[in-house]
């Protein structure tokens, strides 16, 4: 017994790193502590679904959508059905626009467990892709209700909020996030975002360079708060020398494949030398 406590402790704290790693954008370093507890627990301990749900969400974010869907299959074929497994399949399915077959395996996953907060996290994205707005925030407060400490849909639907020009109610969501989920950096640059809709312009900023110190050269997030520096300090805060230095640091740092690498060449074109 006491072995199988060790092994347990030891894969509860390599999920934890697992975690940790994703939420800094260290997506390799996540995904292989993933694959470590995947591969140390039986085919029908609830820890090995739950680790193979997030390392499929971890594709699905990177857009890896076959290996994303091939890792579910893999552990609906070991493990039989669960809902957080037919929920994240669902999210996979609205990734690649396929809503109705996004639909047949969300009913499935409510069918299995009613009060799974992922499971209506999933449908109020999926209300959002038909254009169900209303509908959407329902499923997103239905699922804080059954789990106050889930903050994925506290974060979509601030998300929500933040497109639709709400940054009072945005920054309150991210917030209660961030009190659950401090380390999310991801969250962190969103807040930024809802401060500068604000006009808490001196805020905005200490956020975001924050997440700049606290995360890799290489990360998504690095990126993202780079970018919103620059266009902070360029467009609010007249700071044209700050701008161009933070938008060329950027294209040093930034992926290639990173999605605001256009809109900040141009941004530096037009601010010139």
Known sequence: VGSEMCIRDSVQSLLGRAEAHRRFGHQ?????????????????????????????SLLRD???????????????????????????????????????????????????????PGVYNALAVLALRQGKAQEAFERFDRAVSLDA??????????????????????????????????????????????????????QAKKVWERVVKSSGRRDTVHADALFNLALLKSDFLEDIPGAKADLDQYMQDAPT?????????????ELGK
């Not at 290996?67 to 299959?73: C, G, K, N, Q, S």
């Open 62 to 116: 990177q857009g890896q959508y076959d290996d994303a869907i091939e890792v579910l299959r893999s552990t609906l074929r070991v493990s039989g059905a669960n809902a957080r497994i037919y929920s994240e399949l669902g999210q996979i399915y609205i990734g690649q626009k396929r809503l109705e077959l996004a639909q047949l395996v969300l009913a499935k996953a409510l069918e299995l467990d009613a009060k799974d």
């Open 257 to 269: 494949s990173h999605g605001k690498r256009q809109a900040a060449e141009e941004k530096r074109k």
């Open 28 to 56: 390799k370093d996540a995904r292989a502590d993933y694959d470590a507890v995947i591969k140390a627990l039986d085919d029908d301990d609830p820890l090995r679904r739950d680790a193979a749900a997030r390392l499929a």
């Open 149 to 202: 400490n889930y903050t994925d849909a506290r974060i979509n639907k601030a998300a929500v909020l933040l497109d639709a020009g709400d940054y009072t109610r945005a920054k309150q969501e991210l917030s209660a996030a961030l009190e659950k989920r401090p380390d999310d950096l991801a969250a962190q640059v969103s807040l930024g975002v809802a401060l500068r809709g604000l006009k808490d312009f001196p």
